[in-house]
């Protein structure tokens, strides 16, 4: 039973416009930081590419240096 009026936390739960209309979009824009946005509102997906190989060879590097 819930004491206070609100929902409780439910992992997996897909937030949908009907819940809170207008919010998902916004915080959509808000979670893509402004290092990875393209000047059409997008997502520059080379960029984020680039990151993340260069970040696998960073911890493979740390992985090697702790291993010798």
Do not use: C, N, W
Request: proline letters at 6%; zero cysteines.
């Amino acid at each position: 039973m819930m004491v206070s009026g609100q929902a409780p936390y439910m992992p997996g739960r897909l937030v949908t416009r009907q819940d809170h209309p207008g919010e998902e979009r916004e915080s959509l824009k808000e979670s893509i930081s402004p290092r990875y946005r393209d000047g059409l509102g997008g997502i520059d997906l080379e960029r984020v590419k680039r990151d993340q190989r260069r970040a696998r060879r960073e911890v493979f590097r740390a992985l090697i240096r702790r291993l010798k």
